[in-house]
């Protein structure tokens, strides 16, 4: 499944979702994961519903979008493209959290982490 990570230096989850202006894309499975590609995001998108739909639109090919902070109305626009938001509340390193993703996907995965695994 492709999982973006917001981040300024590829290495951190060190950004919050609507002001991040950089994404890594991961591919991730239980045994192995594999970056992508970074995807830059223009932050003068205008509004702030703008900037959120702009970020959406350009992630809508990931299963999981983790950043350090998300507000509501951006979880739910994500949540209604069948994005899961996952927010870290914290700088966490991006390969703490692909580690964190294998085990759930070796263990017992909840039914839609399963679904996006598959596509």
């Known amino acids: 499944m492709k999982v973006a990570f917001a981040t300024s230096t590829g290495i951190a989850v060190d950004e919050s979702f ?38 959406v639109d350009a992630l809508a090919h990931c299963a999981i979008v983790c950043s350090r902070d998300i507000n509501g109305q951006a979880a739910a626009k994500l ?5 899961h938001p996952m927010k870290t509340g914290s700088i966490l390193a991006v390969e703490e959290v692909i580690g964190k993703l294998q085990k759930v996907l070796q263990g017992n995965p909840p039914p839609w982490m399963r679904k996006a695994e598959r596509l």
Not at 22 to 29: A, K, L, P
Not at 79 to 83: G, M, S, V
């Open 79 to 83: 949540a209604a493209q069948r994005i």
């Open 18 to 55: 609507k002001k991040s202006s950089s994404f890594s894309i991961w591919e991730i499975g239980p045994r192995e994961a594999l970056y992508v590609n970074q995807i830059t995001i223009n932050r003068d998108a205008g509004s702030e519903d703008g900037r959120i739909r702009d970020r």
